[in-house]
């Protein structure tokens, strides 16, 4: 909720799910099986086909590039560097990126295009790392790089395979979407999501070398997975490694706690991010799994203040209501 002055501005409502690698629903709030579009959060799943066949590898890609593909990046130096580099180890160029350019998600990339006036390329998008893989997995396939990005194509049929193994759904049931980016976006329960969650950690730490490596390259290397001052990174940071998160736009969130094999996946009904980061931060804290003592950059997501103009505190945005048993509930 937001409340100005002690009176309530405004309510976000938030749905949740909290789900065990086994597929047991532990928690939630409102309706867990809420369909929505999973957005970026399913980008560590779409790279598993490249992963696991072995074309990641055959490029000489490594952990950097493995973030990458994962990430929501901020289009800082580091990540464009990191796509560009991607693109010519497969002699492809900004151009066969199918996403658009779009001014830089990080405030410092953001101030680096301003105060260097370069040109915002197709490579500042925040998936640049995710269509760079891609175009990978259409190369190794032997399909036209051109139309990647289109449902019916080959790299995004593979996709929605993953997903529907990850999910624990059947191919019929899983909406297919345009994504803000122009490759397939999938809809589908937030109790699946969650699941995906808790398998990929789960299988990451019961041996299996892609979930592993997945689950590795995005909390060993949180900046690259967002950027400076982006939450994802600022919260695994915080976690240590026990924590593996992954934004997704309109209000979409999906984590896990690693040591725990449990998968979280919360949608704000009205796509507010503003309520969206504290609403992932008390469904961590209710299960124990931020440190004592937050980060500041983060402690302000918990309890946000509203600013005015003059910089002037005049109300507060946080978590409205939350029983930690049977289910969870959120009144923001």
């Known amino acids: 909720m937001v409340t100005r002055d002690g009176l309530v501005e405004s309510r976000h409502r938030v749905h949740a799910a909290v789900v065990s690698a086994e597929g047991a629903l532990i928690d939630a709030a409102r309706d867990p099986e809420l369909p929505v579009w999973w ?28 973030a990458l593909a994962c990430a929501s990046h901020g289009g800082e130096p580091e990540h464009v560097a990191i796509a560009q580099r991607m693109l010519e180890r497969l002699g492809l160029e900004e151009g066969d990126l199918a996403c658009g350019p779009h001014e830089p998600l990080a405030s410092r990339g953001a101030r680096v295009i301003r105060e260097s006036a370069q040109r915002i390329t197709r490579l500042h998008n925040n998936c640049s790392g995710k269509h760079a893989a891609m175009l990978a997995r259409a190369a190794q396939l032997g399909a036209p790089t051109a139309g990647y990005e289109r449902a019916p194509h080959a790299v995004q049929q593979d996709c929605l395979r993953a997903v529907a193994e990850w999910t624990g759904m059947v191919i019929p049931r899983i909406g297919v979407g345009v994504d803000g980016c122009g490759v397939s976006v999938f809809a589908l329960p937030l109790a699946n999501m969650a699941l995906a969650y808790a398998r990929l950690v789960r299988a990451a ?21 967002g950027g400076t001052d982006r939450f994802d990174t600022l919260l695994m940071n915080a976690c ?63 309890q946000r203040a509203v600013r005015n103009t003059r910089g002037e505190a005049v109300g507060l945005i946080r978590v409205g209501h939350m029983d930690v048993g049977d289910r969870l509930e959120f009144a923001s």
């Not at 959060?41 to 696991?52: D, E, H, S, T």
């Not at 997945?214 to 900046?223: C, D, G, L, N, R």
């Not at 969130?253 to 980061?277: C, M, N, S, W």
Request: charge should be negative; glycine fraction near 10%; charged fraction near 20%.
């Open 39 to 66: 957005r970026s959060c399913a980008k560590p799943f779409q790279v598993m086909p490249l992963l696991r066949s072995g074309g990641f590898d055959a490029l000489g890609w490594g952990v950097e590039e493995l």
């Open 205 to 225: 730490a019961e041996g299996d070398a892609a979930s592993r490596r997945v689950v590795s390259a995005m909390t060993s290397h949180p900046f690259l997975v």
């Open 240 to 302: 240590g490694g026990n924590v593996v998160c992954k934004i997704g736009a309109e209000g979409v969130h999906t984590f896990a706690i690693v040591d725990r094999g449990l998968g979280f996946a919360l949608k704000v009904e009205d796509g507010a991010p503003r309520a969206q980061y504290p609403a992932v931060l008390a469904l961590l804290a209710a299960y124990d799994a931020l440190p004592a003592t937050l980060p500041e950059p983060l402690r302000e997501y918990v």
